[in-house]
């Protein structure tokens, strides 16, 4: 991503604040919430972040190598999803008239009973595609490891949900079961400039899906009018792994679901589960009190924009200032700081819960590390 105009800062009124449907889960729950193993999450040999940790220039055997890992990954330990790509190709400043292929991952889990054009989604997003320079370059917080915690994310809610569902259709509330969500995962293609940043050499992947799902229309008398219109919130990860993040609320009419990424960190902090507190103390969600008057909102330049532009609704999770890697070949995994990656997806999981109403739907705590059967689900 790019932000050309980080320091300045935008006022918007705040004329409509979009009321938020978060309930923020219980220490309790908190407490059942298992943090990513280290075989999931060494750099070197863990599964779900050490694959992507390689160059994946879109079009290059990497790119492809990750994108086998994604689907790989739902196939193995997700099935229920439902799993596609969408593919475009263009051609760059630096493709000598050769069209190059963006292939954007969608992995989706939907309530059994509900049809295509009446549910509403949660969608978790993170690119997944690697800078073409510097040579080599792998991009650990740009966005290897927002990728591994999505992935992390999406199996740690999975059985929960299944559970939800199941007994909202034993209940048989036609009400509540008409008002489910359902999850998206989307890790998107070609979000780097091939030269510079510019409003067609970046972007490729989520330019291309913006547009075609805002002209894919549901049957008629749907209750939404196209694909675009299933998404209740982009919840976008980016440039996260360092050390120490400040992530700024970016717009009012997701302050919301900010201030409930905010008041899980608290608690997280409080119960002794955020394992970089000793280390780093200060509060990442640090804006929660704003709620009137300057909004950067737009400012910084990522996957959300078609998106936005088209008035879909986003929370982006990304650090302001950038992490002292960003786009410099530091940026690996070495230099990733593990403690917070992992708190990434507790945190993450956290929130999910407290806006999917997993509360009740956790298994009991895993069982301590050593013993057989622990698990990193919930
Ligand atoms: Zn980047």
Redesign the pocket.
């Known amino acids: 991503?790019?932000a050309p105009l980080q320091c300045l800062q935008m006022t918007i009124l705040l004329s409509s604040v979009a009321r938020g449907f978060f309930v923020a889960p219980s220490t309790t729950a908190l407490r059942r919430l298992s943090r990513p193993s280290d075989s999931d999450f060494d750099v070197h040999s863990g599964a779900l972040l050490a694959p992507i940790l390689i160059p994946r220039v879109p079009g290059t055997p990497g790119s492809l190598k990750v994108l086998r890992h994604f689907q790989d990954f739902f196939g193995n330990s997700l099935p229920d999803w439902s799993v596609t790509t969408q593919n475009s190709s263009y051609t760059t400043p630096l493709s000598k008239g050769k069209k190059i292929p963006f292939v954007n991952f969608v992995a989706t889990k939907d309530p059994p009973w509900v049809a295509p054009g009446d549910v509403g989604r949660l969608v978790l997003v993170a690119?997944y595609d690697?800078?073409l320079t510097p040579e080599g370059f792998i991009?650990a917080t740009?966005?290897a490891a927002p990728c591994a915690i999505i992935l992390q994310v999406a199996r740690s809610i999975d059985a929960a949900l299944t559970r939800r569902w199941k007994k909202l259709k034993e209940e048989g509330d036609e009400m509540a079961m008409e008002e489910e969500r359902g999850v998206m995962v989307l890790l998107l293609d070609g979000?780097?400039a091939w030269q510079s940043w510019t409003d067609t050499d970046s972007l490729y992947g989520a330019r291309d899906l913006a547009q075609h799902w805002e002209s894919q229309y549901h049957a008629p008398l749907s209750a939404r009018k196209t694909h675009l219109a299933n998404i209740d919130l982009f919840i976008l990860l980016?440039?996260l792994g360092s050390a120490a993040p400040k992530i700024p609320s970016y717009f009012p009419t997701t302050h919301w679901a900010y201030t409930g990424f905010a008041h899980l960190e608290q608690q997280l902090r409080a119960e002794g589960l955020f394992a970089s507190h000793k280390a780093n103390p200060g509060s990442w969600f640090h804006e929660v009190d704003k709620d009137k008057g300057q909004w950067y909102g737009g400012m910084v330049q990522d996957d959300h924009v078609p998106f936005m532009q088209r008035g879909v609704e986003v929370l982006h999770i990304i650090p302001s200032p950038f992490p002292r890697v960003?786009?410099e070949m530091i940026d690996d995994g070495d230099h990733l700081d593990m403690d917070t990656v992992k708190d990434w997806a507790v945190l993450t999981t956290a929130w999910m819960v407290g806006a999917l109403g997993l509360e009740d739907y956790l298994e009991s705590p895993a069982p301590a590390p050593g013993r057989r059967g622990t698990k990193t689900e919930l």
Do not use: I, P, Q, Y
């Open positions: 991503m790019w690119h690697s800078k991009g740009d966005s979000e780097e980016d440039l960003w786009h």
